[in-house]
């Protein structure tokens, strides 16, 4: 203590630095999983059999079906998981499996799973479970299904229609969508023009968005709107495609 009464505290210096944990990916071996190939596969089993008659499987699916009415469709032609993680150790990736299974066997969908971190007997468990697995991540693939969500959010917020599929304009970016995602190798050009549109689309969408919310926020008694000011000065403003 010194003589004005403050105590004076030292922290002892750590001689090594502390241990994490983690293992990075690319110093993980395929062959360091902990247990064996049966084992995962028998748990994996066990897994599916709790997730096929649980409320939860139950509830997604009415969800899930509720969704895909009101695309306009019933059917769900492939699923692919990203980043589902290690089967054999995680629980929580092998009841993510479990469910990745039942989602297959309702939907009678071509499924694929995509994580860099695998082992090897991961990888011959999913080939037995008749799922492929994606060596390589289409980064553009994810981009367009990232557009296509914002646009349906967007499109849901200003549509009058109370069903999102008797909306015209779903259909036909729907439409355009399973289009363009057939022959998007062969369509290279056409495929970026697409998603330029749509991207350009989701853009007005989210500005006119913002610019109704601060124009209710900001706007008091009194105070012409842009039309009316406008108007009163002659001048044209841009056409409202709707």
Request: aromatic letters at 8%.
């Amino acid at each position: 203590m010194t003589d004005d009464g403050f105590i004076l505290v030292k922290t002892k210096k750590r001689n090594k630095r502390a241990c994490t944990g983690r293992v990075s990916a690319h110093l993980q071996k395929e062959t360091d999983c902990s247990v064996t190939k049966a084992i995962a596969l028998r748990k994996i089993l066990q897994a599916s059999e709790e997730i096929s008659v649980s409320k939860f499987l139950s509830g997604i699916l009415a969800t899930l079906d509720r969704a895909l009415n009101q695309l306009g469709t019933t059917t769900v032609e492939e699923i692919v998981c990203y980043g589902l993680g290690h089967i054999a150790e995680c629980v929580g990736a092998r009841y993510q499996l479990s469910l990745l299974l039942s989602l297959k066997k309702h939907f009678s969908a071509s499924t694929s799973v995509y994580d860099p971190r695998f082992y090897s007997i991961e990888i011959d468990i999913l080939k037995q479970l008749a799922i492929g697995r994606l060596k390589v991540l289409d980064m553009s693939q994810v981009e367009v299904l990232r557009t296509l969500r914002h646009l349906i959010s967007e499109i849901r917020y200003v549509s009058s229609d109370k069903k999102l599929q008797d909306s015209l304009l779903m259909r036909y970016i729907l439409s355009q969508f399973r289009k363009y995602k057939e022959t998007d190798q062969q369509l290279c050009k056409a495929r970026e023009e697409m998603k330029f549109m749509a991207q350009s689309y989701l853009c007005y969408l989210q500005s006119q968005k913002r610019y109704e919310e601060i124009h209710n926020h900001y706007h008091a008694k009194g105070e012409r709107s842009v039309t009316e000011t406008a108007n009163m000065l002659g001048f044209k403003l841009p056409h409202d495609p709707k």
